[in-house]
């Protein structure tokens, strides 16, 4: 039983939940907000329906008086209690609403019935409601309050809530993330040069050949209890399955763009691909929109010039395509104010502006963002354990992408890579699975471009060929050591694989869709349903005449990379594209969130690369001499009118 107090818990309301903290000692009714003595220790509002028509008045009262304050209320078939709220502590009713909300974006069910019957619910009691529960719920409320109260423990309802299931009675916690765009208790600094700036310091490897600082699989329990809740978690569930030979796992998480996306692990085991989910997931939510720093730059191109990246660097489309009707992009204009977000250039090696719209690929869809220039992707934003870990594993994202883009666009004649000769044999037995599986035949070829970082194109190929199955199926994969780009490709290829074989049957008539109007690849499925159709089998008769075989060894090599500190491998990796003529530049896309979780969060650009895009008409090769210059100096002559016509197979 909860202690007596002198100062007594003010509670507000009418019904079974109120009446029964009503009569335990230290609880004093006041029957309005104003009523609410200055003196109580503690503010409950408690109704018996989802009512929350009073919390904005309590809430400012609770402020005025500084004392904490407790909602409690029934939903549906439950009692929720919390979360509390304190004087200067982030974490508020608002938060949790504002985390439930983006979460229904993957659950329609209690909050679509409030959505469609929230007037009705606020004055109805819960027909499950007894007096019973209210006892239960009333012995957590001054549970709480003594918590808040000793300070020697922390109040559950604290970034967190009860539900008290009507049926059962069991008592359930929920956590959630304070909100650092929550009007009520939010906060975030303006976006500045000095916040752009990259803090460095020594970051020791577990290993030389290991790219990340902390075995992030293992604190997988730790991962699902910070971010993983079904109603007020950044992500609501983590499914695991099988499929093509590598287990998989997906996490939907809420955006704050009112969609949703999934982070997706493929591995060879659960855990590590269940991990893999969440921090892909947690790198889609740093990416949408900015939610480290509030964007404070708004001007032209002609005024921020000296400090801007030019966005003609950044591939766009040409000036006819920005004619056609319904286009949803504008043009480039010098004069035309932007809104912009402070980055920092390897190259400067100082701060520089970025329009937001190519730094956060989501921002588009809120009401105050600019009209974009280019339909951007998620090209180039990671996470890492410090901000190095991070930047590489984005440079290394756009080398895979840019080197699969090139050997596509220039139908570069990449050598064929012998899988046998892998010295980690579970490559091999990887593509001999998938095989086994399938029976088809898995390629690799090695596309590693000028900077030499080790990039791959896998493929799997149906010998047979007669459109029964899909035909051809792509994948890609890159990282400082061959095998490792060889093994993340494969990891990639076998899912998808499996997918298309699924749906070939009800796909079929599609794919030849797509195959004679190349305007109708819209989306990032398209690109690997048109070469399921055999008939276009021959636009990859480059990869099919590469020559003999080469061993892994023959590929370039990550000797370079096998420091004791992550951060001289990032110099290495940032030095070979700077000694190349191109930029790295890094948008710092950390939130309060992913600090929650010691993560960082970037955005890498480098221009002049290749950008990758879904959707043919969407494609940009226009202002990008580097399409024509390495193929040149491969002895490859590449004119304008040779560059590929045709949609590219990345999935």
């Known amino acids: 039983m909860a202690a007596e107090h002198a100062t007594p818990i003010a509670i507000l309301g009418n019904g079974l939940l109120a009446n029964a903290l009503i009569k335990r000692p230290g609880v004093h009714q006041a029957t309005s907000v104003a009523e609410v003595d200055a003196g109580c220790r503690m503010i409950v509002v408690a109704t018996d329906g989802w009512d929350d028509s009073a919390y904005h008045s309590v809430r400012a009262v609770a402020a005025r008086f500084g004392r904490p304050w407790l909602p409690v209320r029934t939903e549906l078939g439950r009692i929720v209690i919390g979360p509390v709220e304190q004087p200067g502590v982030p974490g508020c009713g608002i938060c949790v609403e504002r985390r439930r909300a983006q979460i229904s974006a993957t659950n329609d069910g209690v909050e679509a019935v409030h959505r469609a019957h929230g007037t009705v619910l606020a004055t109805r009691s819960s027909s499950w409601l007894t007096t019973l529960a209210a006892d239960v719920a009333t012995s957590l409320v001054l549970r709480e309050a003594d918590r808040l109260t000793s ?46 700036h990259i803090r460095r310091t020594r970051q020791p490897k577990p290993a030389p050949d290991h790219y990340r600082i902390r075995s992030v699989a293992d604190e997988l329990p730790a991962l699902m209890g910070l971010y993983v809740d079904s109603e007020c978690g950044l992500i609501r569930s983590v499914s695991k399955d099988q499929d093509g030979g590598v287990v998989i796992a997906a996490a939907p998480v809420g955006l704050r763009i009112e969609a949703r996306e999934f982070g997706f692990g493929r591995s060879r085991n659960y855990r590590d691909s269940q991990v893999t989910a969440i921090l892909e997931a947690l ?7 900015p939610g480290g720093k509030r964007t404070s730059v708004r001007a032209s191109y002609a005024e921020v010039r000296d400090n801007a990246v030019n966005p003609r660097t950044l591939g766009l489309y040409p000036a006819d395509r920005y004619l056609a009707p319904g286009f949803r992009f504008q043009p480039f204009s010098e004069t035309q104010p932007y809104r912009w977000v402070w980055g920092y250039s390897f190259a400067r090696q100082d701060s520089i502006l970025v329009p937001e719209t190519y730094a956060y690929y989501g921002v588009s869809r ?41 050997a596509w666009y220039a139908r570069l004649p990449v050598p064929r890579i012998d899988l046998d000769s892998a010295v980690d044999k579970a490559i091999p037995l990887t593509a001999n699975a998938l095989r086994a599986e399938t029976g088809y035949e898995v390629m690799a070829f090695d596309t590693t471009t000028e900077q030499g970082i080790p990039c791959v194109w896998v493929m799997a190929v149906d010998p047979v060929g007669d459109g029964e199955r899909p035909k051809a199926v792509c994948a890609a994969g890159a990282h400082l050591d061959p095998e490792h780009a060889i093994e993340n490709a494969l990891n990639e290829l076998g899912p998808i694989v499996a997918d298309l074989i699924r749906r070939h049957r009800f796909d079929r008539e599609r794919a030849r869709s797509l195959a004679t109007d190349p305007g109708l690849v819209v989306e990032m499925a398209d690109h690997s349903l048109l070469y399921a159709n055999p008939e276009v089998f021959s636009r990859l008769d480059f990869l099919a005449s590469s020559g003999p075989s080469i061993p892994i060894s023959a590929m370039a090599q990550p000797t370079a990379f096998r420091n004791d500190d992550l951060e001289d491998d990032l110099d290495e990796l940032v030095r070979r594209y700077l000694n190349t003529g191109l930029d790295v530049i890094v948008v710092d896309q950390t939130t309060p969130e992913h600090r929650a979780g010691d993560f960082s969060c970037v955005k890498v650009i480098i221009p002049g690369t290749l950008p990758m895009t879904f959707g043919h008409d969407l494609r940009r090769v226009d202002g990008l001499p580097r399409l024509y210059d390495i193929p040149s100096r491969l002895g490859r002559r590449l004119r304008r009118q040779d560059v590929n016509p045709h949609p590219h197979p990345f999935p």
Do not use: W
């Not at 020697?152 to 970034?159: F, G, W």
């Not at 790198?283 to 929109?289: C, D, H, I, T």
């Open 366 to 406: 809120l009401p105050e963002a600019d009209i974009p220039f280019v339909f951007e992707t998620s090209n180039g934003c990671a996470l890492g354990s410090c901000a190095a870990e991070a930047i590489l594993h984005g440079v290394l994202e756009i080398a895979e992408r840019d080197a699969f883009l090139m």
């Open 283 to 289: 790198e889609r939510y740093g990416g949408v929109r």
């Open 151 to 196: 300070k020697q423990d922390e109040p559950r309802a604290a970034c967190g809530y009860l539900d008290i299931d009507l049926a059962s009675l069991v008592v359930r916690r929920h956590e959630f993330l304070p909100d650092p765009l929550c009007p009520n208790c939010g906060y975030l600094p303006d976006d500045s040069p000095v916040l752009a």
